[in-house]
């Protein structure tokens, strides 16, 4: 089973493991729905989607490319960051 890079703050926080789509992922925490909906609403959310897909880009201008496509500095990352 594959772990997202938010695993181990999810046990910390006491989250209920499950399995989805080949990961472990939190599927509640002890708070309860109703704690965490509220919380969305009146502070932040955070979504982790490392597991929702990933892609290799190749070729002499991909970081260029990806740049057109996302909102991110793709250049300027340093190779494994």
Do not use: C
Request: overall charge negative; cysteine-free; charged content about 20%.
């Amino acid at each position: 089973m594959k772990r997202t890079p938010l695993h181990d703050l999810h046990l910390e926080l006491g989250a209920k493991m499950v399995p989805f789509a080949g990961y472990e992922m939190p599927v509640h925490y002890p708070s309860g729905i109703i704690a965490e909906h509220l919380n969305v609403r009146t502070q932040a959310g955070l979504f982790d989607v490392s597991h929702m897909g990933q892609i290799t880009v190749t070729g002499e201008n991909a970081p260029e490319w990806l740049e057109t496509l996302l909102p991110t500095d793709i250049i300027g990352l340093k190779e494994g960051a």
